[in-house]
């Protein structure tokens, strides 16, 4: 417990370390939003705002549909996958 008597928050580690999560986990499958937030274990809009646009942006992630970043079925995998919609 913190000094405070509060549960002190779990680290979940740098974002380097999240941006390899990220890109082990969208390795040989497409992956949505919510499914990056249940595995790192964050929420789809910590997902969606921090790590995701990062990572399509360096090139190492990618969309399902780049024409429509916001396409109901988006989803992202590791850019090095060949292409498999």
């Known amino acids: 417990m913190g000094r405070s008597g509060e549960t002190p928050k ?3 580690g740098p974002a380097s370390d999240q941006a390899s999560r990220i890109l082990r986990f969208c390795t040989g499958d497409w992956r949505t939003i919510a ?11 910590t997902v969606r705002k921090h790590y995701v ?15 429509d970043p916001r396409h109901p079925h988006q989803a992202y995998r590791t850019a090095a996958e060949p292409d498999e919609r």
């Open 10 to 12: 779990r680290s979940r």
């Open 35 to 45: 499914e990056i937030a249940i595995a790192l274990e964050r929420s789809e809009e």
């Open 53 to 67: 646009p990062a990572l399509v942006k360096a090139g190492t992630l990618r969309r399902r549909y780049p024409e």
